[in-house]
T-cell receptor, first 117, second 110 residues
Framework: AQSVTQLDSQVPVFEEAPVELRCNYS??????LFWYVQYPNQGLQLLLK??????LVKGINGFEAEFNKSQTSFHLRKPSVHISDTAEYFC???????????????FGQGTILTVHP | DGGITQSPKYLFRKEGQNVTLSCEQN?????MYWYRQDPGQGLRLIYY???????QKGDIAEGYSVSREKKESFPLTVTSAQKNPTAFYLC?????????FGPGTRLTVT
């Protein structure tokens, strides 16, 4: 069974500082990896995803993540954050279903990013 | 505009009552999902459906029921058997690898 651990429940940073949100996963098969963002009382929006190919993935709003298979990690980074990046971020993993299209997502517990002025 | 709608946004019920949460999508996606979100616990899968008239239990299906009579619709019923129904409920749909989420329904049971 797959599992996801987000290593920090809360990350406070100052505006324009860099940030890294950490995510580790566990799975016995190949995986797809995702980062989602959730603003208060809203649904989730996809930031970026890793399916295959280059291990450095660029997403929306200036975020990027790097897939590290040996360390089973998929950390999210942004070189300079804005107040508007304040939100909760979720890492999720889906096991490669062998060509079918319906992999179930397993989510981490979430990391609340708070950007201070 | 294509997307997923959930209604209502806020729902209040008395303990012991069943309540049905609506989820509709016009993305022509085959698969649909229901998640429950509680603070500090991430999202947990309740039920999912890969095709019309078929659905499977997720990790926390007890006290919930679903139906999938139409491709566009996947309603979730929270029954009186669910011991802690107060939560934020999210519906999602997918065609391939990416799940698209609705805005959620916050259910409060007192």
């Amino acid at each position: 069974a797959q599992s996801v651990t987000q290593l920090d429940s809360q990350v406070p940073v100052f505006e324009e500082a860099p940030v890294e949100l950490r995510c580790n996963y566990s799975s016995s098969v190949s995986v797809y990896l995702f980062w989602y963002v959730q603003y208060p009382n809203q649904g989730l929006q996809l930031l970026l995803k890793y399916l295959s190919g280059s291990t450095l993935v660029k997403g929306i709003n200036g975020f990027e993540a790097e897939f590290n298979k040996s360390q089973t990690s998929f950390h999210l980074r942004k070189p300079s954050v804005h107040i508007s990046d304040t939100a909760e971020y979720f890492c999720a993993v889906s096991e490669d279903a062998g060509g079918t299209s319906y992999g179930k997502l397993t989510f981490g517990q979430g990391t609340i990013l708070t950007v201070h002025p | 505009d294509g997307g997923i709608t959930q209604s209502p946004k806020y729902l209040f019920r008395k303990e012991g009552q069943n309540v049905t949460l609506s989820c509709e999508q016009n993305l022509n996606h085959d698969a649909m999902y229901w998640y429950r979100q509680d603070p500090g616990q991430g999202l947990r899968l309740i039920y999912y459906s890969q095709i019309v008239n078929d659905f499977q239990k997720g990790d926390i299906a007890e006290g919930y029921s679903v139906s999938r009579e139409k491709k566009e619709s996947f309603p979730l019923t929270v029954t009186s058997a669910q011991k802690n129904p107060t939560a934020f409920y999210l519906c999602a749909s997918s065609m391939w690898d990416e799940q698209y989420f609705g805005p959620g329904t916050r259910l409060t049971v007192t």
